[in-house]
């Protein structure tokens, strides 16, 4: 707290799976200072809502390490060590919230229905602090996006005064 008040800081990271931080992490944010929250999946839901953004740290480590193959293992006579290899993070993989997605589509869309990636984006980390993509097998939302094409209509468009091309997304007109 005595770094609160130096007004020094324009926001806070607190690493943590305790929702004894639930209190700090809203003091924080009553001061309008940014609170990120780094934690375990076990974070109680008050302490992730309590954050602006909150990252599983399953999503930021390889959870598991694959025993090395018999042609790289370490031989009596060999002199290297067996490199390490790591594998997906196949149990970080959750169920998809198609309800939770949509609604967050509809509320950052324009009248055409229409809604910029970075747009929607921010509208699903204000509803869901704890929402990343990475949670369902998509490094980025931008590849999540894409590939579920029975649920978006995507649409690269030319940004005003730039080469770049930005993506804009839409509900399916099929049955949602």
Not at 8 to 21: E, N, P, R, Y
Request: with cysteine; hydrophobic share 35%; charged share 30%.
């Amino acid at each position: 707290m005595d770094l609160l008040y130096t007004r020094k800081f324009d926001g806070f990271c607190l690493i943590t799976s305790d929702s004894d931080f639930t209190g700090l992490a809203m003091r924080l944010r009553e001061e309008g200072l940014t609170v990120l929250g780094f934690g375990e999946k076990k974070t109680p839901d008050a302490f992730r809502n309590a954050c602006h953004k909150f990252v599983f740290t399953e999503v930021l480590r390889p959870s598991a390490i694959t025993e090395p193959s018999a042609s790289v293992r370490k031989t009596e006579n060999d002199q290297k060590s067996a490199p390490v290899q790591f594998v997906e993070v196949a149990e970080t993989k959750q169920e998809f919230p198609k309800k939770f997605i949509l609604a967050a589509l509809e509320q950052s869309s324009d009248d055409t229905g229409w809604a910029h990636l970075g747009t929607f984006g921010s509208y699903l980390t204000k509803l869901q602090p704890d929402f990343d993509s990475r949670l369902y097998g998509y490094k980025k939302l931008s590849d999540l996006v894409k590939a579920k094409t029975e649920l978006f209509v995507t649409e690269e468009r030319q940004a005003p005064g730039s080469t770049q091309k930005v993506l804009y997304l839409r509900a399916t007109k099929i049955d949602q």
